[in-house]
Nanobody, 122 residues
Framework: QEQLVESGGGLVQAGGSLRLSCAAS????????MAWFRQAPGKEREFVAV????????SYADSVKGRFTISRDNTKNTVYLQMNSLKPEDTAVYYC???????????????WGQGTQVTVSS
């Protein structure tokens, strides 16, 4: 059964850092682009970052560009999201997703994790 499991969320003060991890089953990881989305209360799920299956292509939402970095370790079947200079508006449930290409639209993704809460206090 294909699975994505996120970890690393928590409570942090504004200006702080967190690193999210997403562990994937082998079949998903070796063939798919991996992305991070987030959803704040009362808002739609929004794109954060994506990385191609080989790691050579990345893309970021304008709101996180320069502060967040997506990476993947294919030997560990894990994708990461390093989040620096966090702001209160980054507060959301963060989801990782696996898809056939580096889409920025949530509905194009085939597999989703359960999400991890990130809360940034001011």
């Amino acid at each position: 059964q294909e699975q994505l499991v996120e970890s690393g969320g928590g409570l942090v003060q504004a200006g702080g850092s967190l690193r999210l991890s997403c562990a994937a089953s082998g079949r998903i990881f070796s063939n798919y682009a991996m992305a991070w989305f987030r959803q704040a209360p009362g808002k739609e799920r929004e794109f954060v970052a994506v990385i191609s299956w080989g790691g050579g292509t990345t893309s970021y939402a304008d709101s996180v560009k320069g502060r967040f970095t997506i990476s993947r370790d294919n030997t560990k079947n894990t994708v990461y999201l390093q989040m620096n200079s966090l702001k209160p508006e980054d507060t959301a449930v963060y989801y990782c997703a696996a898809g056939g290409a580096t889409w920025v639209v949530a509905r194009r993704y085939d597999y989703w994790g359960q999400g991890t809460q990130v809360t940034v206090s001011s």
